[in-house]
C-alpha cells in the first residue's frame, strides 16, 4: 500500500505561485502512474494533472494548461504541482492519486487512481 502525503499548500495573492509535493511512502512511486486532482467547497473533485511513469507524458486539465506543471521524481519517491499565475478559481484542496504498480499510463478519471493522499489546502485571495 503507499501512502501519500501531501504538502506545500497554502495563502496567495491572485497572480502567485505555489509549488506542491506529494512525498509516497510504504512503496515506490515508480512504474506507476500519478496525478492530481482538486476539490473547491461545493464542487466535485476535478481533474487537475496526470503523468505517466517516468515523467515523459503528461496531460492537464484545460482550466490550468500553460500555467501549472506537474513532474516527479522517481529516486526521491515524491509528485510535484507548480502553480504559477495562481487565480481565485484555483482556490481548493489538492489532492495527489496514484495508480496501481504497472500501469504507467494516466487517466484523468478518478476512478482510474487507487491511492490517495488526504489533501492540502491551496487558497487564493483577490
Known amino acids: 500500500q503507499v501512502q501519500l502525503v501531501e504538502s506545500g499548500g497554502g495563502l496567495v495573492q491572485a497572480g502567485g505561485s505555489l509549488r506542491l509535493s506529494c512525498a509516497a511512502s510504504?512503496?515506490?512511486?515508480?512504474?506507476?502512474?500519478c496525478a492530481w486532482f482538486r476539490q473547491a467547497l461545493g464542487k466535485e473533485r476535478e481533474f487537475v494533472a496526470a503523468?505517466?511513469?517516468?515523467?515523459?507524458?503528461?496531460s492537464y486539465a484545460d482550466s490550468v494548461k500553460g500555467r501549472f506543471t506537474i513532474s516527479r521524481d522517481n529516486a526521491k519517491n515524491t509528485l510535484y504541482l507548480q502553480m504559477n499565475s495562481l487565480k481565485p478559481e484555483d482556490a481548493a484542496i489538492y489532492y495527489c492519486?496514484?495508480?496501481?504498480?504497472?500501469?504507467?499510463?494516466?487517466?484523468?478519471?478518478?476512478?482510474?487512481?487507487?491511492?490517495w493522499g488526504r489533501g492540502t489546502q491551496v487558497t487564493v485571495s483577490s
Open positions: 503523468i505517466n511513469w517516468d515523467g515523459g507524458r503528461t
Open positions: 510504504g512503496r515506490t512511486l515508480n512504474n506507476r502512474a
Open positions: 492519486a496514484v495508480r496501481s504498480l504497472y500501469l504507467r499510463e494516466f487517466a484523468t478519471d478518478q476512478s482510474a487512481y487507487r491511492n
